[in-house]
C-alpha cells in the first residue's frame, strides 16, 4: 500500500512501510463461507487433531466460574508447573500468549535500528517480522538442502549481531539440527549475541540425537529456549507458550511482557498440560501413522516431499502450487502454501486424523489427475 492510499504511513516508523504481515493458514469458516462448502478438511497450521487432552479440559472447565476477574499477572501456577517439569527455577520461565508473543518481546528488547538479526532462508517468517517491527537489519542465510546452514549463518555474525534465530525442527521445511551441530554451533558464538532456539515442534521429534536445548541454558546464558502448547499439547486456541533462560535473560523478557498477557484458561489448561504425558505420546503416535500415510501416499505417486520430525510435510509439487493449491480448496480441502517463504512450488501439509490425511490424499490425485 502506497502513502497515497494509506497517509498514516507518512507518521508511522519508516521500517513499517516494507513490512509484510504474517499470513495465516485459512480458517475453515471462510473457506465455507467463500465456497458455500460444509464439510472442509484442514490441514493448514499444524495443529493437534486430538485437540487438548483430558487434564487440561478439566482445568479449563474449572476456571471458568471466574471469566469476570483478572488472570494472575505472574502466571505464578503455569511457571512453578513448568519449572517443576523443566527441573529450572522460576525465575528462568517467561510465559506468552503463544511462543511468537515470546519472538516479539525479544525483539523489542534486543534489536534496534543499527544493530541486526541473523536467521536462515525458509525459515519460520516471524522471525523477519520481529526483526523489521523494530527497525532492525535482518541477515538472512543461504540454506542448504531446505535446512540450516550453519556455517552460512556463522558468516554473517558480526559486532551488529544481537539475535540469531533457530527454530529446531524447522517450520514450514521440517528440517532439524543434531545435539553435536547446534551446541557447537552456540558455543562458538559470542556472548553478547542472543541465541534463541525455537522448539515448538520438539515432543514430536523421535531421533536419538535431537536435542533438548532446554538443557543447555545453565552452559550458555545468551540462550533463550521456547516452546509452545500449542502443537502436542493442542491448545493452539488459547495461545500459550513460553521461554527458558538464564533468570537474569528473563528478567529483561518480563519487564516488557505485557500485563496478562496470558489469559486464565489458558494458564490453568497448560499448567494441566504439561504434566499430561499420555496425550502427548497419543498425539505423536497418531502424527507418526498420519507421517507414514502421507508419504507412503506421496511416494505410490511419484512425487517428492522433504523428509520432515514435525507434524508436518512439505510436499514439492514440481510447478507452480498456487493452481493446485486453489483447486483443492474447491473440494474442501486446506493445505497451506508456502510461496511467502520463497518456495512457490510446494505445499506444507499438516498431519491429520487418519480419515482427514484420506480425504486430502484422494482429494490431490483428483487435482493432478484432472
Not at 552460512?152 to 551441530?181: F, H, K, Q, Y
Not at 552456540?186 to 531421533?207: H, M, Q, R
Not at 529456549?225 to 507458550?241: D, E
Request: some cysteine.
Amino acid at each position: 500500500m502506497t502513502q497515497a492510499e494509506n497517509p498514516f504511513l507518512g507518521i508511522a516508523a519508516p521500517w513499517i512501510s516494507g513490512l509484510n504481515p504474517y499470513v495465516p493458514g485459512k480458517p475453515v469458516s471462510e473457506l465455507e463461507r467463500e465456497l458455500g462448502i460444509r464439510d472442509s478438511v484442514k490441514l493448514a497450521s499444524n495443529e493437534n487433531p486430538l485437540g487438548p487432552g483430558a487434564k487440561a479440559r478439566e482445568a479449563i472447565a474449572a476456571c471458568l466460574a471466574e471469566l469476570g476477574r483478572y488472570p494472575d499477572g505472574g502466571g505464578f501456577d503455569l511457571r512453578r508447573a513448568l519449572a517443576d517439569y523443566h527441573q529450572v527455577s522460576p525465575a528462568a520461565i517467561t510465559i506468552g500468549n503463544g511462543s511468537n508473543d515470546i519472538l516479539d518481546i525479544i525483539a523489542r528488547v534486543f534489536l534496534q535500528p543499527g544493530v541486526e538479526s541473523v536467521f536462515s532462508e525458509y525459515s519460520f517468517a516471524v522471525y523477519p517480522i520481529a526483526t523489521q517491527s523494530v527497525g532492525a537489519t535482518a541477515r538472512v542465510a543461504k540454506a542448504r538442502d531446505y535446512g540450516y546452514d550453519l556455517d552460512a549463518m556463522s558468516d554473517l555474525v558480526n559486532a551488529r549481531t544481537r539475535v540469531v534465530w533457530i527454530a529446531n525442527p524447522n517450520n514450514p521445511t521440517g528440517t532439524w539440527l543434531s545435539a553435536e551441530r547446534l551446541r557447537s554451533f552456540i558455543g562458538s558464538l559470542p556472548k553478547t549475541c542472543i541465541v534463541v532456539v525455537d522448539e515448538a515442534y520438539t515432543e514430536y521429534v523421535s531421533e536419538p540425537d535431537f536435542p533438548d536445548a532446554t538443557h543447555w541454558v545453565e552452559t550458555f546464558p545468551n540462550l533463550i529456549v521456547l516452546r509452545t502448547f500449542s502443537k502436542a499439547h493442542g491448545l493452539a486456541a488459547l495461545r500459550v507458550g513460553y521461554g527458558i533462560s538464564d533468570p537474569r535473560l528473563a528478567d529483561l523478557l518480563n519487564r516488557i511482557r505485557q500485563p496478562f498477557n496470558v489469559n486464565a484458561p489458558a494458564q490453568a489448561g497448560a499448567a494441566a498440560a504439561i504434566h499430561d504425558r499420555d496425550h502427548v505420546r497419543a498425539s505423536v503416535e497418531l502424527n507418526r501413522a498420519g507421517m507414514k500415510q502421507l508419504t507412503g501416499a506421496f511416494q505410490e505417486m511419484g512425487l517428492d516431499y522433504i523428509p520432515s520430525v514435525g507434524n508436518f510435510v512439505m510436499l514439492d509439487l514440481g510447478r507452480p502450487a498456487a493452481p493446485i493449491n486453489e483447486a483443492l480448496l474447491r473440494l474442501g480441502v486446506i493445505v497451506r502454501p508456502v510461496g511467502n517463504y520463497g518456495l512457490p512450488n510446494h505445499l506444507r501439509i499438516s498431519i491429520g486424523l487418519e480419515q482427514e490425511n484420506a480425504r486430502f490424499i484422494a482429494a490431490l490425485k483428483d487435482v493432478l489427475a484432472a
